[in-house]
């Protein structure tokens, strides 16, 4: 192994490390989350010692004792972002700095050290600039998943002593083959995703994992996502099993469910607020019921909706369906709005369109 030490890492090339011949072979068609570079990021957290042993080294299995606290008690925490290779071979993240924000949000939600944003922003830089030849051409990315989770050995019920931050990284080609599709989404009325006072706005593993039963019975009723209502009255749209929503109204206007501790705050949906606003439209972030949005969609004055996450950026939402019955939005195809959003965020972070907002870094 070839060891380096790079500002405050320590960096361990694998010996083991994809030949270039089989890099190629995997990333012709690398799928979403399947595959994964050759190296990783840790940062290890003791009390009273604070952030240290910055390593960049070959991708291994983690050896965590049967009491390890996240086994148990699920602190944990992570984050979902991606780094694009532009037109003229330079390598770029959409906005990092809201993901190193967030991330401390959420560590200090689960009871957890948080880690400086800097250094975060440096963790993740330094596995990208590693891994670089794992970045696919054209519409492929390198989704990044940096990670914090308690690993002290123990099994009394406090915040742990001990965390090991960690960031991973996974070539992902393009999310939908030969072109966008409307998703069909199924109401859960059984189950919620959050409750105010709840883990709603943090990024932890433990509300997806309560996700999980709903976006299950999403499938079995040949729905694509699952899109939860408020645990008080079950009845105002909150979010979807992972993405934000957006409802396009006939005079343009957009509506989204505002945040309120219940909803992740989704850098894409901060992204597409700041864009529409840019191209006049009225965006108000106010509570929608799911009444209202079935009533609009039969009336006509709801022309499109769509969601928003890091995976598919912008996705069309097509039909709803729910116990009492199923209806369509628009033309069931998504819509004019829809695209145009999508195709100048698309733009701005693979660097074909204009970024005057600042979004794009370049590692």
Request: charged letters at 20%.
């Amino acid at each position: 192994m070839d060891v380096e030490q790079k500002s405050r890492f320590t960096v361990t090339r694998s010996s083991q490390a994809v030949a270039a011949d089989q890099r190629a072979i995997l990333l012709a068609d690398p799928g979403f989350g399947r595959i994964f570079t050759d190296h990783m990021v840790t940062i290890r957290y003791t009390e009273g010692q604070g952030w240290h042993s910055h390593m960049v080294g070959p991708r291994e299995p983690f050896q965590i004792d049967p009491a390890c606290a996240v086994l148990h008690y699920a602190q944990e925490i992570f984050e979902g972002m991606k780094a694009y290779r532009l037109g003229d071979g330079q390598i770029a993240m959409f906005r990092p700095e809201e993901n190193a924000r967030r991330f401390a949000e959420s560590a200090e939600r689960m009871a957890m050290p948080a880690l400086p944003e800097d250094l975060f922003l440096e963790a993740v830089a330094e596995l990208v600039k590693i891994d670089a030849d794992w970045i696919p051409e054209g519409e492929g990315s390198l989704y990044l998943r940096p990670f914090l989770f308690a690993s002290e050995t123990f099994l009394g019920v406090r915040p742990s002593n001990e965390y090991i931050f960690c960031v991973i990284a996974s070539p992902a080609g393009a999310y939908f083959k030969g072109g966008s599709k409307a998703v069909t989404l199924w109401v859960s009325e059984h189950y919620s995703r959050a409750a105010r006072g709840g883990t709603g706005a943090a990024k932890c593993g433990g509300n997806y994992a309560a996700s999980l039963i709903a976006q299950k019975e999403a499938i079995g009723h040949g729905c694509d996502q699952v899109v939860f209502l408020d645990a008080a009255e079950n009845k105002w749209v909150e979010e979807l099993g992972g993405m934000n929503v957006f409802f396009v109204m006939d005079d343009g206007s957009i509506i989204t469910p505002p945040l309120g501790g219940t909803i992740l705050p989704g850098i894409t949906r901060n992204s597409i607020i700041h864009l529409a606003r840019a191209n006049g439209h009225d965006v108000r972030e106010e509570p929608y019921s799911f009444m209202q949005w079935r009533d609009d969609a039969a009336s006509g004055r709801l022309r499109e909706a769509f969601a928003c996450g890091t995976a598919a950026v912008v996705t069309a939402i097509g039909t709803v369906k729910s116990s009492s019955g199923e209806f369509t939005i628009g033309n069931g195809d998504g819509g004019i709005v829809t695209e145009k959003l999508r195709a100048e965020l698309t733009g701005i972070q693979r660097g074909t369109v204009a970024d005057p907002a600042g979004w794009v870094h370049m590692v």
